[in-house]
């Protein structure tokens, strides 16, 4: 979920260099001369300089045609792409093995690396969705930040998170999800639906038809009520993504039963898992 520890060196050495450059041309904050020192500089600093960057693109051409640091034609190329960068506010949604997934205000999806940490070490995932400010770049055909995160302290009820999750879902069925903002790079495409090599459909409706018959109550232990429920709507979003695959309203409504079900689960078990879905 990050860079390797040498290209986030890398990054640093050349976002650096190019922000002392920016502010020598604006001469925005005094006394800036080397990475050390700029480095130890205050934070409200760093950004006045960050900002005049993005208010500035041209100063990267000027700075790759100047060449000051002498850097070699790949990092000048790297330099390059961040002029495609994507600035603006972003859901934090959610956290995979490999990536961060951010969602814009257009609900465009974007696998997001971290720098030399990963996400989940400054933020916790317990704090999810989260709305943050945010300016996204191309490094080596992966997407990353330009290593500051505003957070906005906001909180989402169930509508916003389901929503969310409906986008970051879509996209990922469809290959929707953008993982470079390389302009040379092909954009995803819209997947072709494969053919079923086998038809569950009459499997599943027969399971569902058998599956009415579990019925907790009198007699019954407490768990089995809970249980049979997450059964049957297990089935239910089975059916639905077998029946109707591109249905993602009914596909989200199958999966919020499942999810109130593992919560009832947990619930009767004394609630030692602590489910967060």
């Known amino acids: 979920m990050k860079l390797s520890d ?9 976002m650096w ?6 502010n020598q041309q604006l001469k925005l904050v005094p006394h800036i001369d080397d990475l050390q020192g700029y480095e130890d500089r205050p934070m409200e600093e760093k950004i006045l300089v960050r900002e005049a960057l993005y208010e500035h693109p041209e100063l990267i051409d000027r700075f790759i045609a100047e060449n000051p640091r002498h850097f070699s034609p790949d990092q000048l190329d790297i330099l390059k792409s961040w002029k495609n960068f994507v600035s603006g506010s972003f859901y934090l949604e959610r956290y995979l093995k490999q990536h961060a997934i951010f969602i814009s205000d257009q609900d465009v999806v974007y696998a997001v690396l971290g720098l030399r940490d990963r996400f989940d070490n400054i933020i916790h995932k317990s704090n999810l969705p989260l709305l943050v400010k945010a300016v996204l770049l191309p490094f080596k055909g992966q997407i990353i930040y330009d ?4 957070g906005a302290n906001v909180f989402f009820g169930g509508g916003i998170k389901g929503s969310l999750k409906q986008v970051y879902l879509a996209a990922k ?4 999800i953008l993982e470079s903002l390389d302009p040379n790079q092909p954009k995803p495409t819209t997947k072709a639906p494969q053919k079923p090599s086998k038809d569950f459909a009459p499997l599943l409706d027969e399971l569902a038809q058998q599956a009415k018959a579990l019925r907790g109550g009198h007699g019954q232990p407490p768990i089995n009520g809970p ?3 997450l059964i049957k709507a297990s089935l239910e979003l089975g059916q639905t993504a077998v029946n109707n695959p ?5 596909l989200m409504k199958s999966l919020d039963k499942i999810e109130r079900a593992l919560r009832k689960v947990d619930s009767s078990l004394g609630g030692p898992f602590g489910w967060r879905l």
């Open 6 to 14: 040498a290209n986030a060196e890398l990054f640093y050495e050349l």
């Open 17 to 22: 260099n190019l922000q002392i450059y920016v």
């Open 147 to 150: 290593g500051l995160l505003q």
């Open 173 to 176: 069925s469809r290959g929707q």
């Open 227 to 229: 249980i049979f429920s």
């Open 246 to 250: 591109d249905d993602e309203q009914q």
